[in-house]
């Protein structure tokens, strides 16, 4: 949530959400290594409090949590703020699960068992991404972008961070947004994957990593409704881009 003024100034902290109590010692562990300061606790009740009395700089969560779900950790978290990264690490390894969860507004999300260098990378990736965001949101002579980008039926407000289309706000994610922005300010440009893995994490993507896909199907579900699913066109053994289809 990372309201201080000036936030470079200020160690990061971060709420760790897992009722296993060594893995939840562990991940403390490892977090105080890369000079972070962790707060434990050990269901979702408990994070909820935690999360109403301090402010944290990104939060690692599990998702079958005692008291109060995951998933509604990370919705509470998403309607207090838009920014704050949220990195899920469960033992859930179906498809649908990852893609249910980043829709719900997760950046990234790790199966158990996990390896503590990826989740400390992953980790070190959404604080500096977050940083990034933050700065740019609160500089006020940031003026080198557009305020919106208009592609056809697709009105995209830079500075407020949202989509609408036909005069109709859609809710996004932090990282659906940040992908659908990339693309509509190089329309026809094709991205592979690992390129936009980097823009958005400004890190390398793991191997075998499907969050930039998973993220991309979720973007595609929300525009669907309004037939603009097909402007994000995937490019086969390339990756994707944003083109107006032919009438």
Known sequence: MYLTKDPQQRTPRVLVVEDDSAINDVICRQLSRLGVVP??????????????????????????????????????????????????????????????????????????????????????????????????????DNENQPATLAIDILNINVDQRTLAIEDTVIPLTRTEFELLELLARYPKRVFTKQKLYEHIWNDTPPVDDNTITTHISNLRSKLKPYGADAYIQTVWGIGFKLEVPPS
Not at 65 to 81: C, K, S, T, Y
Not at 101 to 111: E, W
């Open 39 to 140: 707060e434990p606790t050990f269901s979702g009740t408990e994070a909820n409090r935690a999360l109403d009395s301090e402010d944290f700089d990104l939060v690692v969560t599990d998702l079958m949590l005692p008291g109060m779900a995951g998933e509604q950790v990370i919705e509470l978290i998403r309607n207090r703020d838009a920014l704050v990264p949220i990195v899920v690490v469960s033992a859930r390894t179906e498809t649908r699960d990852k893609v249910d969860i980043l829709g719900l507004g997760a950046d990234d999300y790790l199966t158990k068992p996990f390896d503590l260098d990826e989740l400390s990378a992953r980790i070190q990736a959404q604080l500096r991404r977050s940083l990034a965001l933050r700065l740019i949101k609160d500089d006020p």
